[in-house]
């Protein structure tokens, strides 16, 4: 039996454990997936790819640059090697979970005073999943014309922890289960999971260090100092090889490549993740408002000073980073706390609504009305996907992209079409566009273009350069942005006057095969028309 909080035992251990099952279930279900090789999949998979030697991806310059997620690239090598491509889906899933469990801990610390049974777990589960559905995000897109309830799960400058699929920000769910196991005073475990964010992916570094703080001085002021000098060693041992790897392997190669990099990187790449006046508009306040009703909800409880320390530690370095205008500041994201920050504050105020709200109706009805309720949801949530309704790519490419997976050749190099964005311009604030029609994606100037980004990992032929996918150290960076430069320029001079100096210069750069429109026609001379369909043509140098 497990004993309901102070109270008496409500529920045996066996049916609790297919409760937690069939919620769990239920919500992966609803919250959906992406299908393979979705947005930024197409990134942080490849280094995985090419180290178990798929295809032809072993000679692509951006496979062999140096890998920022050391970790998450082997797991994705090994699983592709040994296992299968789908167990990827029951990863997230696994993170799914994780994410549900830390919402559970965290009602539970404001349930346990009210003598609360397992039908309120129910109603609150049901909510919870109802607020993270693909449903409902797809329903107020279709509506309201935006993905609002994204905005309860999301952090401000379009970062987040869950997304649509696998990927290393997912591992912030560690973050998450770390503040929830600190609540139940766990705070070791708590301590383990809060690093083991960082250790995964190191952007995760500097927000596991704020909330870490906000542990000690909890802990400091309950007189625990001993404790929190304790957890202090045992993070700084834990994240010291993360630590040490981002810190050797990217260092500044030289003081004036490191610059012009971050450059590159702060106001041409990622402005809209790194620039605060690109990111806050009227959401993100509210999204800092929100933060703020769930702290003044856990007011009369010191541990809500978990949550105040990261909160203030972050908007004090997010303010130093506006005064100064510091690109490395900038690029740490100190902002990513919201990322854990905004999702746990839902947490918090739904728990504090389902608790007060004492529903006067018998626990079993709402037991079985929560959890049947929810079910048509979890389908859509499977249906979403399958429909091609949400997380939507350009089907067009699928013809020219099976040709390529079919035909390539040791030494191919393919130069696709690369469109450059003016993000620094047309960014003001966040959003998803998972919901987006990929003909509203293509013409959204705050969204990455989404043409051929799928391109390495579907085809697992070597590319020259895209826009969406890009390195992280400062001489990966000058590389990739003078291969951008040379991708345009030529380009540029294939539509106005194909020549040979052109042709010549491709193959200096080891361009043997180009993609273009199908209105696109070049001369044959020095080509070969390889493919074409209503979509693309694929040009083969001779």
């Known amino acids: 039996m497990v004993q309901d909080f102070e109270s008496k035992p409500v529920i045996c251990k066996k049916s609790l454990l297919g409760f937690a099952i069939a919620c769990i279930t239920l919500f992966c279900m609803s919250y959906s997936q992406a299908p393979l090789f979705y947005s930024n999949q197409n990134q942080y998979f490849l280094h995985g790819f090419t180290k178990a030697k798929l295809g032809y991806l072993e000679n692509d310059w951006l496979g062999n640059t140096t890998d920022p997620t050391p970790l998450f690239s082997q797991l994705v090598s090994v699983t592709i090697r040994w296992l299968d491509k789908n167990i990827f889906y029951f990863y997230y899933a696994f ?6 469990f830390s919402a559970w801990i965290i009602f539970h610390q404001k349930a346990k005073s009210k003598n609360l049974e397992i039908g309120h777990y129910a109603l609150f589960s049901a909510t919870f999943i109802l607020i993270h559905s693909a449903a409902l995000r797809w329903l107020s897109y279709r509506i309201l014309g935006d993905d609002y309830p994204w905005f309860f799960q999301a952090g401000v400058a379009g970062q987040y922890i869950l997304g649509a699929m696998f990927q290393p920000s997912n591992f912030g769910v560690f973050l998450l289960l770390g503040v929830s196991l600190f609540l139940i005073k766990r705070h070791f475990v708590a301590t383990f999971f809060t690093c083991l964010a960082g250790i995964l992916h190191t952007t995760y570094l500097l927000s596991g260090a704020l909330i870490i703080i906000g542990f000690q001085v909890y802990l400091i002021l309950e007189g625990k100092t001993k404790k929190a000098f304790l957890i202090g060693v045992l993070a700084l041992s834990l994240v010291a090889p993360s630590v040490f790897y981002a810190a050797g392997n990217f260092q500044p190669s030289s003081m004036d490549g490191f610059k012009e990099a971050q ?9 809209h993740h790194c620039l605060p006046h690109l990111w806050l508009d009227w959401v993100a306040c509210l999204q800092i408002s929100w933060i703020i009703f769930a702290l003044f909800l856990s007011r009369k409880n010191r541990e809500s000073l978990i949550i105040l320390i990261p909160f203030l530690l972050g908007l004090i370095l997010t303010i130093l980073q506006v005064i100064t205008s510091s690109n490395t500041l900038a690029l740490l994201f100190p902002w990513r706390i919201s990322s854990v ?13 389902i608790v007060n709200l004492k529903p006067a109706i018998e626990t079993k009805k709402i037991l079985h009305g929560s959890l049947i309720a929810i079910i048509p949801v979890a389908i859509l949530g499977i249906l979403i996907p399958l429909s091609n309704s949400g997380f939507m790519v350009n089907q067009n490419e699928i013809g020219i992209l099976n040709h390529i997976k079919n035909t390539k050749q040791l030494g191919d190099l393919y130069l696709i079409p690369v469109n450059v964005p003016d993000l620094a311009s047309t960014t003001k604030g966040s959003l998803s566009s998972d919901f987006k029609p990929v003909g509203k994606k293509k013409i959204e100037a705050r969204i990455v273009p989404v043409d051929m980004q799928r391109f390495r990992l579907y085809t697992q032929a070597p590319l020259f350069v895209d826009f969406k996918s890009i390195p992280y150290k400062d001489a990966d ?8 430069v040379l991708a345009r320029n030529w380009q540029k001079r294939m539509a106005d006057n194909f020549s040979p100096e052109l042709i010549q210069e491709l193959h200096e750069n080891k361009i043997n095969h180009i993609i273009t429109n199908s209105k696109t026609e070049l001369p044959l001379t020095g080509l070969e028309l390889k493919y074409s369909d209503e979509y693309f043509k694929l040009w083969k140098i001779k």
């Open 95 to 100: 993170l799914q979970g994780f994410f549900l």
């Open 341 to 353: 920050l905004v999702p746990l504050s839902t947490m918090i105020i739904l728990s504090e609504f």
């Open 263 to 271: 450059e590159f990187l702060v106001k041409f790449r990622l402005p």
């Open 477 to 484: 960076v000058l590389e990739w942005h003078r291969r951008l």
